[in-house]
């Protein structure tokens, strides 16, 4: 079932073609999913990088947690593995474009644990 989730936040720039979020599956290690996104988590600029997770098919999403306060645009996620039969303590690796000046200045990679 697919629908608008207006929890989220809507990329700024709708015009540009491309993807501006990231969404990856991790195991949970009870067969299910845990789903991970990553975006610019502000309003008004191409700004905030954020993480968000959901232990329910995308049907609710925890608190965002930043990732980089500046200039952000387009990320991309890799699931790095789970530890015993949650997903809680799973590594993502997350690469992003950021900077200081603008949102283009450089690319980087986190990893990012998992805590729910």
């Known amino acids: 079932n697919y629908k608008i989730d207006l ?10 073609t491309g993807i501006v979020a990231a969404v990856t599956g991790v195991a949970n290690g009870t067969g299910g999913v845990t789903v991970v996104y990553t975006g610019p988590g502000s309003t008004t600029a191409r700004a905030n990088m ?3 997770v959901s232990t ?11 990732i980089w306060p500046g200039p952000a645009a387009y990320s991309d996620l890799a699931a790095m593995g789970s530890s015993g039969r949650s997903a809680a303590g799973a590594t993502v690796a997350v ?3 950021n900077g200081v000046t603008t949102f283009a200045d ?8 998992i805590t729910k």
């Open 50 to 52: 954020t993480m968000r």
């Open 56 to 66: 329910t098919d995308g049907a609710t999403w925890g608190q965002a947690t930043t």
């Open 7 to 16: 929890m989220m936040t809507s990329p700024i720039t709708p015009h540009w």
């Open 106 to 113: 450089r690319v980087s990679v986190q990893l990012l644990s």
């Open 95 to 97: 690469i992003f474009e």
